[in-house]
């Protein structure tokens, strides 16, 4: 396989470059200029390109059979032009690039945001889909309507997989952040605890991708690649305090009042300045405090997808990573020279 990964430099995309690495594909990496390399150069060929430029897709598509467009902006308090730039535009970029290029096969990596969230059900493919208001989910699903629209009008030969929360090793986002709460002593329960969380093991999702990518049957399809067998909110916290030697969070706070709380939060920043992000967000308190269940059967059956780490297994391989930061971090700082002013 001739493969081009969009957004490489990511989390996700570090995980997929090594996977198509060790299966002895030849890879190449999209990143933009301005991002840190170093790493996927010993596995991949690394193209500057922005998927808002169109003219910088032409090379690193040239000779490309498979094309995984995982590059999207995020977790960013940013304006909708920013975001419509990248996860729409960008998308629908990558989407004419790779049909000029021939390829064989297109995987576009959505989200489970895009359904909503809260829905009271394992939540299947065949749902509409129905993204709360929140810039990222909404241009998300608006990408996944556009790839789905190439799919059945341009004959793209593509597959979207709509992946759940994902961490493991090198995730700062989610995990990080939940670590760092948790060590501090600022974590908390949103509600009762007992709603299931719809985190899965990265690993488990690039699985699932390479399958799509490899199974004829997938082109056109839509796919869930998430953990049916999820973990509750307290259940994670447990695991993860296990894993990280801390105490588990035991402050419950109600859910519609930080619901409110974010609310509020949101419209006391301003989108045109990225450097302030809200302290708390509508979305946030959705991910970790409302039921998130998704159903893959589908997967299971047609691409034979099987997620084969557990959540607490995950969560316990990403403490180690973790902890292991930590202490390099630590020890940086010991050897670091000392600077005395005055």
């Not at 957004?7 to 840190?36: I, K």
Request: net charge positive; charged share 20%.
């Amino acid at each position: 396989m001739e493969a081009l990964v969009t957004g490489a430099a990511g989390f996700v995309g570090h995980h997929l470059v090594a996977a198509l690495y060790r299966h002895g594909d030849n890879v190449r990496a999209l990143a933009l200029p301005t991002e840190d390399t170093s790493q996927l150069e010993q596995r991949a060929a690394v193209y500057r390109g922005d998927v808002r430029q169109p003219e910088t897709l032409i090379e690193p598509m040239r000779g490309v059979d498979t094309v995984f467009h995982l590059a999207a902006i995020h977790g960013l308090w940013r304006p909708r032009q920013d975001y419509y730039a990248v996860n729409v535009a960008g998308t629908e970029n990558v989407c004419r690039a790779a049909l000029a290029a021939g390829v064989r096969r297109f995987i576009y990596v959505s989200s489970w945001t895009v359904y909503g969230m809260g829905l009271g059900q394992p939540v299947s493919e065949s749902l509409p889909l129905r993204p709360i208001p929140d810039l990222y989910t909404e241009t998300k699903a608006e990408a996944d309507r556009l790839v789905r629209r190439y799919i059945d009008r341009e004959h793209l030969p593509g597959v979207v997989v709509r992946p759940g929360t994902m961490f493991g090793p090198g995730d700062w986002v989610n995990f990080g952040r939940m670590a760092r709460r948790l060590q501090t002593g600022k974590a908390m329960i949103i509600g009762s605890g007992r709603n299931a969380l719809p985190f899965v093991y990265v690993t488990n999702v690039v699985e699932g991708m390479l399958l799509a990518a490899e199974q004829e049957r997938a082109v056109g399809q839509v796919y869930n690649l998430a953990d049916d067998q999820p973990l509750t909110q307290e259940q994670f916290w447990r695991a993860l305090a296990h894993g990280l030697g801390a105490r588990p969070p035991r402050l419950h706070l109600p859910y519609h009042a930080l619901y409110a709380l974010a609310f509020i939060a949101e419209r006391a920043v301003k989108l045109d300045d990225p450097r302030h992000q809200p302290l708390l967000t509508r979305l946030g308190v959705q991910l970790f405090g409302a039921d998130n269940r998704h159903a893959i059967a589908k997967a299971r059956h047609e691409l034979g997808y099987a997620p084969r780490v557990s959540v607490s297994e995950g969560v316990l391989l990403t403490a180690r990573w973790y902890t292991q930061q930590q202490t390099g971090f630590a020890a940086a700082e010991k050897t670091a020279p000392q600077v005395t002013l005055g």
